[in-house]
């Protein structure tokens, strides 16, 4: 058996799971049942001064009939009292001493309010703080989460408040609600945080209603941009990721991962592409907390089959796999191949590439079954088919080098190479 | 003992009602509509007698555009609601399904098809409007599937028709000749509202060619004529005793299950049903259904060259009725003028004939079963002497039809269904019907 447990900056926990900052971490009931469940962490719903929510909060995108395939939500930081959240952090951690407890912060925008904060919750028993650059709707309009994350100006000024006063880790969480989250990482890295996590949500409209004309979530005949997540936001947040993984700046520090992790396999992505630990909300808003269990079982079987021992062997490894489009390999071609004993005729790979590609599969008309080959010399291998096809493993793509030696499109203009294949 | 008012009304209503359920919910409809992979040039589109493109208006019931998923269906088959009902959809569209090569189960296409198709006739839903008259009138004989889907195109592109009918009610076989709990009575008569409520269309009820009006008559006052009568009764067995009290017609047994309350329809203690096509199905379960205590179907071949689908058979052994394979009738006995026996000849596979299916062959030996009812569904008999006193080249009685798949050798005068095929399903009139369409408005010079 491999071991999963995780030491994030000295924060242990049995697994490298956590729960993210949000509605299922805002009180000790819910905690509560996510440590029993078998949650390696959680961090607290944020802490900030008091605010008052609406009621309608929450809207999601179906698809294919399947529900929340991406989330959204409009809700504020927590709006339970201050000394509420204080009391129950403490009573949880005495309960759970093993487990993560890390604190999200998001205080007033000035130094003594951060200083007040950090220090009663330190007093309270919290492992580490996260804070919250990165809530991209209410909390945005009066200056905090992701109005911070946005100005990597202001986030360091922030960090730097934070880490005169903090005694434990400090984590930072970006907002994805930039065209780059480098520039706020490197910001905060440079003020001193001793790591970061991301993504934040990001600014949505799920859809609108077809009947009352009005947007989601519905609030009175009004709408709001939401916070987005789920599993749709996941692509998104492992290309965040990879740049903070790959800067070097901000690869000093740990990560800590989040964006539509709802499986164990999704987990192990995020960390392959540098996460330390990974967070998740949606799939447990979603299904409750019991889906800790496959997603330990399935990376500890996981790990087993790689030979992996401790996550830390593998944490990283498809890091540097991410490259710039002018260093891959033009000489590397590989062409469709379709198993005609797994076929089932849907012909969904020939109109796919048919109307929006290479018209490399030939139909042969039978009755009722059409019989679908690839055109060999017309594909090029653009794996649209086999993305399309529903067998898995029917269409396979078989490699077939244009030539053995590497080149890149930079030796291929120095070297004068023909453009056109057509 | 042949009786009627064998059961109680509860019993009679569960026993004839609808063996389609509807999906219970939207829900429902949805889980089975997404898994409908959207095949492209699909089975079973290809498998469908009428081609509905099965995968375009599953999908838009995926996206709650159920008007334009019952204008799919119709728009290939108007009957498309009562084919949801009574098509061998095992052998057609769902058997087809590419899920079936994955050993999964296949897409619920008819019951997604009713689902859209039903809740149009529910809600009335105008979907489709007709050109105005063109001034060309067309005459059609039989308001069953193919009278009424030809009458049905017809009437989009602007010709005046008239159908004459010999029942009172329209829907052909689909009214008066399928098990009541696959189609009821009612569903028909709403069907067939629904499909007239395009306008255009007259119906004559209770008028039959050769008694109370002539080919004639109709080709001096239309400009075309399409005759899509259907086929008779049973052929005869030509076995001794047929004449006895308690040998019925199966066809006119069904007919009058679909015509009278079912506590009226007296039945047998002992029931032999004779043929193992999906009419002697239908006669056999609902002879069972009707408090039957015995039925058994009797067949001279094996269960391998059975007619009806296996979903049939496995009705008819659920309703708990015997099948007896490899039995030729051979007489009839009979007691006071009422059936007492039923006398078979045992068989045995021989060589293959016309059909390619084995030739059953007299082993010698006979069985005997004691039986107060025989029903016959030995396959159904053209109506040969009118299309002979008609003047239609035919074969045996089946219309010959020219290479348009729709003239006969009189100018001006078309053919489809059952009349020229000897009884195929409802679906395959509903094409013959379109066929006979596309080749009247050539014939009238009119574009569609």
């Known amino acids: 058996m491999a071991n999963i447990s995780s030491n994030f900056l000295g924060i242990k926990s049995p697994n490298p799971f956590w729960l993210a900052s949000a509605p299922p971490t805002d009180k000790k009931i819910n905690v509560l049942r996510a440590y029993e469940a078998g949650w390696g962490g959680v961090v607290w719903k944020t802490l900030g001064s008091q605010v008052k929510n609406v009621s309608s909060r929450y809207s999601s995108v179906d698809y294919g009939g399947h529900r929340v395939m991406g989330f959204n939500n409009i809700e ?127 600014q949505s409209v799920t859809g609108v209603d077809l009947d009352t004309l009005v947007p989601n979530p519905y609030v009175a005949g009004k709408s709001v941009f939401g916070g987005y997540c789920g599993p749709a936001v996941k692509p998104i947040a492992l290309k965040f990721l990879t740049t903070i993984a790959q800067d070097p700046t901000t690869s000093k520090v740990p990560i800590s991962g989040i964006g539509g992790v709802s ?135 078989e490699e077939k080098r244009v030539a053995p030696e590497y080149i890149n499109w930079k030796m291929w203009q120095e070297q004068g190479l023909p453009l056109n294949d057509h | 003992m042949i009786t009627n008012n064998r059961l109680t ?77 009574v098509c061998p959809v095992e052998k057609l569209c769902e058997g087809s399904c590419v899920y079936n090569l994955m050993e999964e189960t296949p897409v619920q296409i008819a019951k997604l098809q009713r689902y859209s198709s039903e809740k149009a006739i529910e809600e009335n839903w105008k979907l489709f409007e007709s050109k105005p008259s063109n001034g060309k009138k067309v005459a059609i004989v039989g308001a069953g599937p193919a009278g009424l889907s030809c009458a049905h195109v017809l009437a989009r592109e602007g010709v005046d028709v008239t159908i004459y009918e010999k029942e009172s009610k329209g829907g052909g076989l689909m009214t008066y000749g399928i098990a009541a709990y696959k189609v009821t009575p009612a569903f028909c008569e709403d069907e067939v509202n629904y499909i007239l409520s395009i306008g255009g269309i007259d119906v004559k009820y209770n008028q039959t060619l050769g008694k109370d009006f002539s080919l004639e008559e109709l080709q001096k006052n239309y400009h075309a004529v399409y005759l899509a009568f259907g086929i008779g009764t049973i052929n ?65 071949r094996t269960e391998a060259e059975k007619t009806c689908t296996q979903h049939e058979l496995d009705i008819a052994r659920l309703d708990g009725c015997a099948t007896l394979w490899l039995a030729a009738p051979k007489e009839i006995m009979g007691e006071n003028g009422k059936v007492k026996a039923l006398v078979c000849d045992v068989m045995k596979l021989g060589e ?95 574009k569609n």
């Open chain 2, 236 to 300: 005869k067995l030509n076995i001794p005793g047929e004449d006895l009290v308690g040998v019925e017609d199966a066809i006119h047994f069904i007919y009058n299950i679909r015509t009278n309350d079912f506590k009226n329809i007296p039945v047998g203690d002992r029931v032999a049903v004779i043929g193992m096509g999906n009419t002697a199905i239908d006669a056999a379960t609902q002879s069972k259904r009707l408090g039957a205590k015995e039925v058994t179907m009797v067949y001279r």
């Open chain 1, 76 to 202: 504020l930081i927590s709006d339970r009292p201050l000394d509420i959240n204080l009391k129950e952090i403490t009573e949880v951690v005495k309960l759970f001493p093993d487990r993560a407890m890390i604190v999200s912060l998001m205080a007033d925008n000035n130094k003594k309010a951060w200083h007040e904060l950090i220090k009663k919750c330190e007093d309270a028993g919290a492992m580490g703080f996260e804070l919250n650059f990165g809530c991209p709707h209410g909390m945005t309009e009066r200056g905090m989460g992701a109005a911070v994350g946005q100005d990597p100006e202001i986030a360091k000024m922030v960090v730097e408040w934070v880490m005169e006063k903090a005694t434990i880790p400090v984590i930072t969480k970006l907002t994805p609600n930039v065209h780059s989250v480098v520039p706020t990482g490197k910001a905060c890295v440079e003020a001193g945080t001793n790591a970061l996590s991301l993504i934040n949500t990001i």
């Open chain 2, 9 to 85: 009304e509860t019993q009679y209503e569960q026993n004839f009602s609808d063996i389609h359920p509807m999906f219970e919910t939207k829900d429902a409809a949805l889980v089975a509509a997404n898994k409908c992979l959207f095949c492209y040039d699909a089975p079973c589109t290809k498998a469908c007698p009428t081609s509905i493109d099965i995968p375009k208006f599953i999908k838009q019931i995926t996206t709650e555009n159920i008007k334009g998923s019952a204008h799919t269906i119709f728009q290939s088959n108007i009957f498309g609601a009562g084919c949801g009902k």
């Open chain 2, 352 to 446: 293959p004939d016309v059909s390619g299916r084995p030739t059953p062959i007299p082993t010698g030996e006979t069985i005997t079963l004691e039986v107060d009812m025989i029903i016959k569904a030995t396959g159904q008999k053209p109506y040969t002497t009118l299309v002979e006193q008609i003047g239609l080249e035919n074969n045996k009685g089946k219309i010959i039809l020219q290479a348009d798949k729709a003239s006969t050798n009189v100018k001006g005068v078309f053919a489809g269904g059952d009349a020229i095929n000897g009884g195929k399903e409802a679906v395959d009139a509903v094409q013959a019907g379109k066929d006979g369409a596309a080749s009247i408005l050539s014939y009238l010079e009119i």
């Open chain 1, 263 to 397: 499986t164990w396999r999704d987990a192990v992505e995020f960390m392959l592409l540098g996460s330390s630990t990974v967070q998740v909300c949606t799939a447990a808003m979603k299904h409750g907390f019991r889906i800790v269990q496959d997603m330990c079982e399935g990376l500890n079987n996981w790990m087993d089959e790689k030979g992996f021992k401790t996550i830390d062997d593998f944490i990283g490894k498809s890091v540097n796999k991410i490259t710039h489009w002018e260093d891959l390999d033009i000489n590397y071609h590989h062409v469709a191949n379709i198993n005609q004993d797994k076929c089932i005729h849907c012909g969904l790979c020939y109109i796919a590439c048919e109307d929006t590609s290479h018209q490399a599969i030939n139909l042969q008309n039978e009755n009722p079954y059409n019989i679908y080959t690839i055109k060999e010399d017309d594909c090029v291998g653009c794996n649209l088919c086999k993305l399309v096809c529903p067998v898995d493993n029917c269409i396979t793509m």
